[in-house]
Nanobody
Framework: QVQLVESGGGLVQPGGSLRLSCAAS????????MGWYRQAPGEQRELVAA???????NYADSVKGRFTISTDNAKNTVYLQMNSLKPEDTAVYYC????????????WGQGTQVTVSS
């Protein structure tokens, strides 16, 4: 079991920035991949950014150049720095721990709402 707790969501104006945090209950070094997903109303949940323990990073095309995923292993925390936010970034953002890869064993946080609006 891995418990994940997201924080940092909120309301921000277009062009603004937010940093999301995901605190894990165990060492993220031992987890194959930590990632951020998001789901907007009426849409499918999509991968935003993910990082494997080996350092491989994957971003959705829509966020490349704007979002950055990072980890602090000492704090068992994964971050998503979101810059130049757009209204279309509005969604519930979920932290995910993929223990073995290929989503064979995964855990999800409760989600944190990000709303980008003027």
């Amino acid at each position: 079991q891995v418990q994940l707790v997201e924080s940092g969501g909120g309301l921000v104006q277009p062009g603004g920035s937010l940093r999301l945090s995901c605190a894990a209950s165990r060492s993220i070094f031992s987890i194959y991949q930590m990632g951020w997903y998001r789901q907007a109303p009426g849409e499918q949940r999509e991968l935003v950014a993910a990082r494997t323990s080996g350092g491989r990073i994957n971003y959705a095309d829509s966020v490349k150049g704007r979002f950055t995923i990072s980890t602090d292993n000492a704090k068992n925390t994964v971050y998503l720095q979101m810059n130049s936010l757009k209204p279309e970034d509005t969604a519930v953002y979920y932290c995910n721990a993929d223990l073995l890869g290929s989503l064979r064993i995964t855990y999800w946080g409760q989600g944190t709402q990000v709303t980008v609006s003027s």
